[in-house]
């Protein structure tokens, strides 16, 4: 079980750049979170899927930000055009939802830094 | 709006002690409550859960408590370890399965 894997850890851009970050979910689950951490506003949820079908983006900041899930083991988050405030650490986070507290299993998450 | 609220931004305890962590929330419709331990440059991981049928679950060491009338839970550590410095996050899972998470408790275990 390789767990979940996001990509980069690490990305720094300039203001006014597109960011792509990337998400591969553990094979079988069918649920995939995405999440921002920052030291003010704790972890955030942005936007999660069931079944690869966007459920809730209300958490999403602006117009700024779109989230994709093509397929059962692939997601992206892009940022475009990027802003200084949008630098924090971003999760991705699936989990298998059958009935009861299905924990979420997260990756280690991608650092983003916009100057 | 935070719906789930963890007013303690850091606990220190001695080693052997009991940690234990705080945790309150709004919302009724909640079905799940969970704890998550976060060690730095990592994601968090799950560490135990509880139904918001019951009133208590135990793993091990660590035991959540929920108070439903008050909307608070409780995560007890005993006794810490080293290895439990890390920062807890509380969740509450919806019935659409939307999970939110407080802001977290950094936890310092004292030699």
């Known amino acids: 079980d390789a767990g979940v894997i996001q990509s980069p850890r690490h990305e720094v851009t300039e203001m006014g750049q597109e960011v792509t970050l990337r998400c591969k979910p553990i094979?079988?689950?069918?649920?995939l979170f995405w999440y921002r951490q920052t030291m003010m506003r704790g972890l955030e949820l942005l936007i999660y899927?069931?079944?690869?079908?966007?459920?809730?983006d209300s958490g999403m900041p602006e117009d700024r930000f779109s989230a994709k899930m093509p397929n059962a083991s692939f997601s992206t988050l892009k940022i475009q055009p990027s802003e200084p405030r949008d630098s924090a650490v971003y999760f991705c986070?699936?989990?298998?939802?059958?009935?009861?507290?299905?924990?979420?299993?997260f990756g280690n998450g991608t650092r983003l830094t916009v100057t | 709006d935070q719906q789930v609220k963890q007013n303690s931004p850091s606990l220190s305890v001695q080693e052997g002690r009991i940690s234990i962590l705080n945790c309150d929330y709004t919302?009724?419709?909640?079905?799940?409550f969970l704890w998550y331990k976060k060690y730095p440059a990592e994601g968090p991981t799950f560490l135990i859960s509880?139904?918001?049928?019951?009133d208590k679950n135990e793993d091990g060491r660590f035991t959540v408590f929920l108070n439903k009338s008050a909307k608070h839970l409780s995560l007890h550590i005993v006794p810490s370890q080293p290895g439990d410095s890390a920062v807890y996050f509380c969740?509450?899972?919806?019935?659409?399965?939307?999970?939110?998470f407080g802001k977290g408790t950094r936890l310092h275990i004292l030699p």
């Open positions: 986070a699936s989990s298998l939802v059958v009935t009861g507290g299905s924990p979420l299993h």
């Open positions: 899927f069931n079944n690869n079908v966007p459920i809730d």
């Open positions: 969740a509450a899972k919806r019935r659409d399965d939307k999970i939110i």
């Open positions: 094979s079988g689950h069918n649920s």
């Open positions: 509880i139904s918001s049928i019951k």
């Open positions: 919302n009724s419709m909640f079905d799940y």
